[in-house]
């Protein structure tokens, strides 16, 4: 059994997969890659995310905050990049692991993985409905209280489940729906949807930030840190830094570790490696193009944030829209609702693109039941069950849980996932030397170690829940690994239909 465990996939066997029949079409190129990057990254982090860390957490830092996540992704991205450009098929860290750690890490990363795209999903939902319906505020439209929100939330200061007073989300199930039917039809028309929003959201920041820096009183920007520089912590216990009322860490440090959401979605490139027509050049040039860009943007807005306005005063649910509010540009709130709705649909887009992708890389593998998870639909050649799967599960926790644990499961499953990749690369190396790297992340192993410690740091820099939560998803897991995936393995029992 420990042999099964352990074993791992040839480059050969990879590169077989993609001469069979179940294969998916090539039709990206770097600008459209790079693209999905985009549409992936901004949205969530700009038009929430930086409300809530600079409020509650760091201030002003939180310019240091997203520099700190920005350079931590860059390290991942790198180690991505060249496993793409060397194994170009679906899968992302799913597949690289089989090839490097063996079967059982390669279930235990597929599995955080849908914690990443799935659950990040129906967090990204909830942004979206909130966002929507400050859109229909102003032409004075309301949707009925029941169905404006999940039925309970979390309260940060009392660490406890709260009721709403309210049935379920309406607003985050119609926009699953909807972006599921568009990833039925075919990625091609997705990515194509993708890239005009992405124009638009674009726009958008652009608009933020010129106009927004006119209004800028670098007096907001003192004290620079109120809550610190660090906030760091270890299972629970804060040992660098100030612990803020709900017994979490506060500071710079823990404010990167919650932006880190902001820049969730550069990996799923790679996710996307077998649909790109040259996948060596192309993806490594998609994954850094959208990063950099990015990581240029989110620095820059949350100058012009906690510029325009003091850092506890910046309202947490629309951050940027209200920032123009109160310097007495009004009717720039509208257009920004726009952008922010535009900008968080791309993100839902490229996030329930991904999620049937790792399905399917791990139905090829027996691991998962290749009829239901594996089909490949004739006319439009997408993983179309998988996909309306992936919609049922993203309506039903976009309308039910509360985005706070949402989005903070999301955060340390991915950093996990980035732990992986990282450690990954390092292995292949010495294992595999011979095998042609079009990409190759420089520095040696430097990058890759940086990649690990630097995770690890923003990992123990989220509140201790947040490992008892990862701890139980990673349990389901493997239960149903040993239940059924080691059962069906195809690199185990070649002989066995899944």
């Given at each position: 059994?420990?042999?099964?465990?352990?074993?791992?996939?040839?480059?050969?066997?990879?590169?077989?997969?993609?001469?069979?029949?179940?294969?998916?079409?090539?039709?990206?190129?770097?600008?459209?890659?790079?693209?999905?990057?985009?549409?992936?990254?901004?949205?969530?982090?700009?038009?929430?995310?930086?409300?809530?860390?600079?409020?509650?957490?760091?201030?002003?830092?939180?310019?240091?905050?997203?520099?700190?996540?920005?350079?931590?992704?860059?390290?991942?991205?790198?180690?991505?990049?060249?496993?793409?450009?060397?194994?170009?098929?679906?899968?992302?860290?799913?597949?690289?692991?089989?090839?490097?750690?063996?079967?059982?890490?390669?279930?235990?990363?597929?599995?955080?993985?849908?914690?990443?795209?799935?659950?990040?999903?129906?967090?990204?939902?909830?942004?979206?409905?909130?966002?929507?319906?400050?859109?229909?505020?102003?032409?004075?439209?309301?949707?009925?209280?029941?169905?404006?929100?999940?039925?309970?939330?979390?309260?940060?200061?009392?660490?406890?489940?709260?009721?709403?007073?309210?049935?379920?989300?309406?607003?985050?199930?119609?926009?699953?729906?909807?972006?599921?039917?568009?990833?039925?039809?075919?990625?091609?028309?997705?990515?194509?949807?993708?890239?005009?929003?992405?124009?638009?959201?674009?726009?958008?920041?652009?608009?933020?930030?010129?106009v927004g820096a006119r209004y800028v009183n670098p007096a907001n920007w003192t004290p620079f840190a109120p809550f610190g520089l660090t906030g760091l912590s270890f299972f629970?216990?804060?040992?660098?830094?100030?612990?803020?009322?709900?017994?979490?860490?506060?500071?710079?440090?823990?404010?990167?570790?919650?932006?880190?959401?902001?820049?969730?979605?550069?990996?799923?490139?790679?996710?996307?490696?077998?649909?790109?027509?040259?996948?060596?050049?192309?993806?490594?040039?998609?994954?850094?193009?959208?990063?950099?860009?990015?990581?240029?943007?989110?620095?820059?807005?949350?100058?012009?944030?906690?510029?325009?306005?003091?850092?506890?005063?910046?309202?947490?649910?629309?951050?940027?829209?209200?920032?123009?509010?109160?310097?007495?540009?009004?009717?720039?709130?509208?257009?920004?609702?726009?952008?922010?709705?535009?900008?968080?649909?791309?993100?839902?887009?490229?996030?329930?693109?991904?999620?049937?992708r790792i399905f399917l890389a791990m139905a090829r593998d027996g691991l998962l039941p290749t009829g239901f998870f594996g089909a490949i639909h004739e006319r439009f050649r997408?993983?179309?069950?998988?996909?309306?799967?992936?919609?049922?599960?993203?309506?039903?926790?976009?309308?039910?849980?509360?985005?706070?644990?949402?989005?903070?499961?999301?955060?340390?499953?991915?950093?996990?996932?980035?732990?992986?990749?990282?450690?990954?690369?390092?292995?292949?190396?010495?294992?595999?030397?011979?095998?042609?790297?079009?990409?190759?992340?420089?520095?040696?192993?430097?990058?890759?170690?940086?990649?690990?410690?630097?995770?690890?740091?923003?990992?123990?820099?989220?509140?201790?829940?947040?490992?008892?939560r990862l701890f139980v998803w990673l349990a389901i897991g493997l239960a149903i690994y040993f239940a059924y995936g080691r059962h069906h393995s195809r690199k185990a029992n070649?002989?066995?239909?899944?």
């Open positions: 059994m420990a042999n099964q465990l352990f074993a791992t996939k040839s480059h050969e066997t990879l590169l077989e997969e993609l001469r069979g029949e179940n294969r998916l079409r090539r039709v990206l190129g770097p600008v459209q890659l790079a693209s999905l990057g985009v549409g992936a990254i901004i949205g969530t982090g700009i038009f929430v995310l930086t409300g809530v860390a600079a409020h509650d957490l760091t201030g002003p830092a939180l310019m240091l905050s997203f520099v700190v996540s920005g350079i931590t992704c860059i390290f991942a991205a790198l180690c991505y990049a060249e496993f793409a450009s060397m194994v170009p098929v679906a899968g992302s860290a799913y597949t690289y692991a089989y090839a490097t750690l063996g079967e059982l890490f390669a279930w235990i990363i597929g599995w955080d993985l849908i914690l990443e795209y799935a659950v990040a999903s129906a967090t990204v939902a909830h942004g979206w409905s909130h966002y929507f319906q400050d859109f229909l505020s102003y032409f004075h439209i309301g949707l009925p209280h029941a169905f404006t929100n999940a039925p309970f939330d979390y309260d940060l200061s009392s660490g406890r489940l709260t009721l709403t007073g309210t049935w379920f989300d309406l607003p985050a199930i119609g926009i699953a729906a909807l972006v599921t039917i568009v990833l039925v039809k075919g990625i091609r028309e997705s990515a194509s949807l993708n890239t005009a929003i992405v124009i638009l959201k674009l726009l958008i920041v652009f608009f933020v930030i010129v629970g216990h804060t040992v660098l830094g100030r612990t803020g009322p709900a017994g979490s860490p506060v500071g710079m440090l823990a404010g990167a570790a919650i932006v880190f959401f902001a820049y969730i979605g550069f990996d799923s490139i790679s996710t996307h490696a077998e649909e790109a027509r040259n996948p060596s050049r192309d993806v490594p040039i998609g994954i850094m193009t959208s990063l950099v860009l990015c990581t240029i943007l989110y620095i820059a807005v949350a100058a012009v944030l906690t510029g325009m306005v003091p850092y506890n005063q910046i309202n947490i649910d629309a951050p940027v829209s209200d920032a123009f509010r109160q310097v007495g540009l009004p009717w720039a709130q509208l257009l920004i609702s726009i952008g922010a709705v535009a900008g968080i649909t791309s993100v839902l887009l490229v996030m329930m693109l991904s999620q049937p997408t993983p179309w069950k998988a996909t309306i799967l992936t919609g049922v599960f993203v309506a039903t926790m976009g309308a039910f849980l509360p985005l706070r644990i949402l989005a903070e499961l999301v955060n340390i499953g991915t950093l996990l996932a980035f732990v992986i990749v990282c450690a990954a690369v390092l292995i292949m190396r010495r294992t595999h030397p011979e095998v042609h790297r079009p990409f190759r992340a420089p520095l040696g192993p430097i990058v890759p170690v940086l990649g690990i410690l630097s995770c690890l740091m923003l990992m123990f820099s989220l509140p201790a829940e947040n490992w008892l070649p002989g066995v239909k899944s």
